[in-house]
């Protein structure tokens, strides 16, 4: 048989799939003419099509040597280099095709997209640009230059993508490009638009469906954003993704039953994804579900150090602070999580320039803006609310930064009128919000939220103040590297612990947390029957959410409860399944169950007044009471605490101390249950402690809140000053 015959059957074999044929035939033709330069070239397309791309790479080689003039055979070289990341070589090859064919844009833009690949972006728009002065009708062109533009010049990327949809209407790809853009933008109106026209032009399109339920999410927009992530997750059931999301939401909604089932089957597609792992593992300990739950947390360190090898999202921080305390983990957890928060953030941002104190037209004035979605009806609104009360006005003006939705709530109308300026920034994208704070002159701008829900961290990574501080929110790290200090106090966080932050201490002299010493306490009369409790025995309580219960501290409680006659627990929770699943508990171990008593929410000046018919509070442990414990001593009920090794584990402790009652700190579980039992069998000793609190109130620093508010303006006027140390 002749080569031309074998090249002609070779080409057949290989159009039908019929590659080990075709293969031998190439072969065949090669033995007779070892510088056929057409076999080579077709027994690297052969390579190439069974995806042994080097082998593909080493015969298109050979063949360009072989056949310098023919430019397909290097136009197949630099294909095959750019799909093996080969990418220098990719555009020598590229080049010198273009070299002999000027005029053909289509090879324009195929070295447009690998510059792009090797980080040219540069080269690829100059490129892409060439190609349009070819053709300038040319979608794919427009297209590419508004995906590259929208993370370094948006208003670029919008004129690209309407210019190709002038071209194109009916290209849902480019809609749905059109809605990235805009919604990194900020512009959630323009992006659900332009995500609903992709969808409309491909109704299959789950990308689409996704970022349109996103889009809404982030506006708080849940029962329009839960459609459409049903939508995406009915062309895609089995999308971990997906289901992730959907959990989410229905967890910020609420419903954590169905939350629970859409973060279990994401968990269970990809159960080596961290941040799957995590958020299922969170929504178990919020319903008490043990052993399950339990089981799940012991695996999440080893799951962390797997997935940070592998630079998986990790979770976030606030949830994994109930699972462990090892501080490795915790940090490893937050900068993951802040490297999350501004992976859109790019160096063509806001540049601000630097700015020092006085630039706010004042020498002496300072300008300290809080930045927070919590100046509400929230924990952190009512610890904040008497430091902003108590504000030196002559030296200090105070910018509060607010992102929630209800803004005209009464709660968050208390805090508008206790600040100079209270600025709405709910609506603003994070560029944006930066721009606000820079053109308000803040000297220091505190985020108050840290890594829990809603926070605006990626505002801080623009710089829009020259000094950055986290603070209250969240008990640990934020994980960002442009966060300057962490308010703190040497309880919490030790000297020591400095390694596992990435914001330098900033040591406040008793306890790091601000509270309100003018709470309003309701007058009504109560009795303990309203709340069905028992007229007699022991009320322990513990008003903590119940994520922050672990099956080790419910074991310990249900000892202490056994070992004291006639006692009743008081715990927190609105959720029938949260009760049955710790009624369940109570009566595997053994527990009468009507010795739990649950709580319902209630507003605050209720809440305070119930403590007066409690006797002990009763600490979680890995995760403390913060504003519920500060709540208790307020109201001069005893906490008993088992200080732990985490910031999240030690703030008892730390507020106990700054109210001279330390000898309800225990160091082992065995000393937080004895310590309680005795106190609850020993009447006059657990009296003795309720007086002291009362006393040590008036006198001790946990509730002077003037005399705090005043060590947090000197603590500021330190940070102007110049770098703090441990010793400031």
Aim: net charge negative.
């Amino acid at each position: 048989m002749s080569i031309p015959e074998q090249l002609k059957r070779a080409k057949h074999h290989q159009r039908q799939g019929q590659l080990a044929e075709a293969n031998n035939l190439y072969q065949q033709i090669i033995k007779q003419d070892s510088r056929h330069a057409e076999a080579h070239f077709l027994m690297g397309s052969l390579h190439a099509q069974s995806g042994s791309i080097k082998t593909a790479i080493s015969w298109l080689y050979k063949a360009v040597q072989l056949a310098p003039k023919q430019a397909q055979y290097r136009y197949y070289l630099a294909e095959c280099y750019k799909s093996n990341s080969e990418f220098y070589k990719a555009i020598h090859y590229y080049k010198q095709v273009i070299a002999s064919e000027s005029d053909n844009a289509t090879l324009l833009m195929k070295l447009a997209e690998t510059y792009q690949a090797d980080h040219q972006l540069d080269l690829a728009i100059t490129s892409a640009e060439d190609a349009l002065k070819i053709d300038s009708n040319m979608v794919e062109a427009l297209n590419f230059l508004g995906n590259i533009y929208t993370d370094i010049n948006s208003d670029k990327a919008t004129h690209y993508f309407k210019k190709a949809l002038d071209i194109a209407p009916d290209v849902a790809e480019i809609h749905y490009n059109l809605g990235n853009n805009y919604f990194q933008k900020g512009q959630s109106a323009h992006a659900v638009s332009s995500y609903q026209q992709a969808i409309k032009h491909n109704p299959v399109f789950t990308n689409a469906y996704l970022n349109l339920a996103n889009t809404l999410k982030s506006a708080k927009h849940y029962k329009e954003a839960l459609h459409y992530y049903h939508q995406a997750h009915n062309l895609e059931p089995d999308s971990a993704a997906i289901n992730y999301q959907i959990g989410g939401i229905y967890t910020e909604t609420g419903n954590l039953q169905k939350s629970l089932a859409f973060h279990q089957k994401a968990y269970e597609k990809e159960p080596n994804t961290c941040h799957y792992l995590v958020s299922y593992s969170r929504i178990l300990q919020n319903l008490c579900d043990w052993p399950k739950g339990t089981e799940l947390v012991k695996k999440i360190p080893d799951a962390v150090r797997h997935g940070a090898k592998q630079q998986q999202l990790l979770g976030d921080l606030f949830s994994v602070l109930s699972m462990t305390d090892n501080k490795d983990i915790l940090l490893a957890v937050a900068k993951s999580h802040a490297n999350q928060l501004t992976q859109n953030a790019t160096t063509q941002s806001p540049p601000f320039t630097a700015k020092e104190h006085g630039d706010s037209g004042s020498s002496t004035k300072l300008r300290i803006g809080y930045l927070s979605s919590d100046f509400g009806d929230h924990p952190v609104a009512a610890l904040i609310k008497g430091v902003l009360k108590h504000h030196d006005r002559q030296n200090f003006d105070i910018v509060c930064f607010s992102h929630l939705t209800n803004v005209h709530s009464e709660e968050t109308q208390a805090i508008a009128n206790l600040c100079d300026q209270f600025i709405d920034i709910t609506q603003l994208n994070d560029i944006e919000c930066a721009k606000q704070i820079h053109a308000n002159k803040i000297d220091i701008l505190v985020e108050l939220n840290g890594q829990t829900a809603n926070n605006r961290i990626a505002v801080m990574y623009y710089r829009p103040a020259p000094i950055q501080v986290s603070y209250l929110g969240c008990p640990g790290t934020s994980g960002a590297d442009f966060i300057d200090y962490i308010i703190t106090d040497s309880i919490v966080t030790p000297q020591e612990d400095q390694a596992y932050f990435t914001e330098q201490f900033a040591y406040l002299p008793h306890t790091y947390q601000a509270t309100n010493d003018a709470q309003t306490v309701s007058k009504q009369m109560i009795t303990k029957s309203q709340y069905g409790l028992p007229e007699d025995g022991i009320v322990f309580c513990c008003f903590n959410q119940t994520y922050k219960i672990d099956e080790t501290c419910f074991s310990v409680w249900v000892s202490i409860l056994k070992t004291t006659d006639d006692s009743v627990l008081w715990l927190y929770s609105d959720s029938s399944i949260v009760k049955d699943n710790l009624i369940q508990a109570a009566i595997q171990k053994g527990l009468d169950p009507n010795r739990l008593i649950f709580a319902k929410r209630v507003p605050k000046p209720e809440y305070l007044l119930r403590h007066t018919l409690v006797d002990l509070a009763l600490d979680t442990l890995l995760y403390n009471g913060h504003t519920t414990t500060s709540d208790a001593l307020y109201m001069g009920i005893p906490v008993v605490t088992l200080k732990g090794k985490s910031f999240a584990s030690r703030v008892s402790s730390s507020l106990l101390t700054a109210i001279g009652q330390t000898e309800t700190i225990t160091s082992t579980l065995q000393e937080y249950e004895s310590l309680a039992i005795e106190l609850a069998n020993t009447p006059e000793k657990l009296q003795h402690l309720k007086e002291n609190l009362t006393n040590n109130k008036k006198t001790h620093p946990l509730f002077q809140t003037l005399k705090f508010t005043q060590s947090l303006e000197q603590l500021y006027q330190k940070m102007i000053k110049g770098p703090l140390n441990h010793h400031n």
